[in-house]
Nanobody, 123 residues
Framework: LVQLVESGGGSVQAGGSLTLSCVAS????????MGWFRQVPGRQREGVAT????????DYVDSVKGRFTISRDNSKNTLYLQMNSLKPEDTAMYYC????????????????WGQGTQVTVSS
């Protein structure tokens, strides 16, 4: 059974930081590209960041560049998203995703999704 379990969400004031984690199981984690996506109710899901299998290549949506960092620890089957200088517009449900062949910020290539963790940023 494939599982992606996110944690680390919560409520924070603007300018604050949070670190999200996603623990994967049930598949060969190190062989999959990973990513973080987010969604606000009533809006389309948005790609935030992706990372290659070994972690050397990353991609970010423009709105988070310089503030968010995606990383992975293949020895722990864990994906991270360090979020700094948070803004109210970062408020969303954040989802972890895995892609076996490729994974793009537009969501193409996703094989597995997590259940999400809520991030709320107040002004």
């Amino acid at each position: 059974l494939v599982q992606l379990v996110e944690s680390g969400g919560g409520s924070v004031q603007a300018g604050g930081s949070l670190t999200l984690s996603c623990v994967a199981s049930g598949y060969t984690y190190s062989s999959y590209r990973m990513g973080w996506f987010r969604q606000v109710p009533g809006r389309q899901r948005e790609g935030v960041a992706t990372i290659s299998t070994g972690g050397a290549s990353t991609d970010y949506v423009d709105s988070v560049k310089g503030r968010f960092t995606i990383s992975r620890d293949n020895s722990k089957n864990t994906l991270y998203l360090q979020m700094n200088s948070l803004k109210p517009e970062d408020t969303a449900m954040y989802y972890c995703a895995a892609g076996g062949r490729f994974l793009l910020l537009n969501g193409r290539g996703v094989d597995y999704w997590g259940q999400g963790t809520q991030v709320t940023v107040s002004s």
